[in-house]
């Protein structure tokens, strides 16, 4: 069941991929806890026999970035959300009660359920990911509640183990998706697979076009991630002297710290903010680590340093002085220096010392759009996306409409 989904992942993800593969010491406790959920749920079905089904949409979510761009939509379309990462759903035909009972008994694990895991062969396989099957079970149940044929699933990201997950899982129940970009791609991700996609830009449509030819039914719009730095103004900032450093789970705690201490010593204020899956303390002499939103950082910080980020869009937009540094190996996955949106990248602390000095501008912001889609006609995008949500339905043939 599981073999085939995460050998993409495996492959293309191979350095991220180790992060999540520990503590198979606390397997058995985690089953035995699944255990008693299960038999809870079976007690807890008996009592609710209620059917959370909807004639609508679905949003399915599983982190921080993918929950912004979908409550983007959601707030016009308010039937069903379901919020992973919070264990929410959220509807206007369910209460806080139901949520409760939902997520702890009603949609938890059945015991037929649980057996599957017991049924997979390989150990090493299973010692690797073990958690994630366990996650997938319950998400695989939970869709059996909740979905239903005339629903539309509507998702974030493609290529998580989660995602392809519920794609595929759709698929073999004749089930339609919708893929509405949270996040640059690269040429690893998978082919568009979901039945309506709706691409950021020119540079998504051209490396989805590289991995394999389009097939299905997309529309390049913009990144809606930068609709609401579009409205921040600071672009007059002034305090050069504060630095927002930010890192991924790829980055070295020791680079950055070079970067730190070199930038502290000649009295620089240096802010850490890590990326949402980054589980480190980060915890360096002499530095803040962020706990504000992105636009108070971008308020407060008017140098950005970074090395693979998608983040490098976001402060190019907000006309903020960003600079690509060496904190891990240098990787290059968006093809931002190979397509010379970014002119150059720094190896040494010093090195970049002096550009900042000279307030020097790293990228060419001719070739932004290309990135970011058409950025001023975002409100017709989203509109045009409501609409089609709002008037997603069957008719009487069984054929999917949109009217």
Not at 17 to 36: G, S
Not at 75 to 86: A, E, G, V
Not at 143 to 159: A, M, P, Q, T
């Amino acid at each position: 069941m599981f073999d085939n989904l995460f050998l993409h992942q495996k492959l293309n993800f191979e350095f991220s991929y180790q992060f999540r593969n520990k503590y198979f010491i606390l397997f058995p406790l985690y089953f035995i806890f699944l255990f008693f959920v299960c038999l809870s749920s079976s007690l807890m079905k008996l009592i609710f026999q209620n059917k959370f089904k909807f004639n609508t949409h679905l949003f399915i979510t599983f982190s921080k970035n993918q929950l912004k761009v979908s409550n983007i939509f959601n707030k016009h379309n308010t039937d069903l959300h379901f919020d992973f990462i919070n264990f929410k759903i959220k509807s206007s035909k369910i209460s806080l009660i139901q949520n409760l009972v939902f997520f702890g008994f009603i949609n938890g694990l059945s015991l037929s359920s649980l057996l599957k895991i017991l049924k997979i062969n390989n150990f090493k396989y299973f010692k690797m990911n073990w958690f994630r099957i366990c996650n997938l079970i319950f998400i695989e149940a939970v869709l059996k509640r909740l979905i239903n044929k005339d629903n539309l699933v509507v998702i974030s990201n493609d290529h998580s183990i989660y995602n392809i997950f519920i794609i595929n899982w759709c698929n073999l129940n004749n089930i339609e998706t919708m893929y509405i970009q949270h996040a640059p791609v690269t040429e690893k991700f998978p082919p568009l697979r979901c039945d309506y996609n709706i691409l950021f830009s020119k540079s998504s449509e051209f490396i989805y076009s590289k991995i394999s030819p389009i097939t299905v039914n997309y529309e390049v719009y913009s990144d809606f991630r930068l609709i609401n730095l579009l409205n921040l103004n600071i672009d007059g900032f002034t305090n050069d002297k504060s630095i927002l450093i930010c890192t991924n789970e790829l980055d070295k705690v020791e680079n950055v710290k070079k970067y730190v201490v070199f930038f502290i010593k000649i009295n620089y204020k240096v802010t850490i903010r890590k990326h949402p899956a980054d589980r480190r303390a980060w915890s360096i002499m002499n530095t803040n680590l962020s706990l504000n939103s992105l636009h108070e950082d971008f308020t407060n910080n008017n140098i950005i340093l970074c090395n693979e980020t998608a983040l490098f869009l976001e402060a190019a937009v907000c006309n903020k002085l960003i600079y690509k540094c060496n904190f891990s190996l240098f990787f290059d996955n968006y093809g931002y220096l190979n397509d010379g949106l970014i002119y150059k990248e720094y190896y040494t602390p010093e090195q970049l010392y002096t550009d900042i000095k000279k307030k020097y501008i790293s990228y060419n912001k001719n070739k932004l759009n290309f990135y970011t889609g058409d950025l001023l006609n975002h409100k017709d995008h989203i509109s045009e996306i409501n609409n089609f949500l709002l008037s997603y339905k069957f008719n009487d043939n069984g054929f999917k409409t949109v009217t």
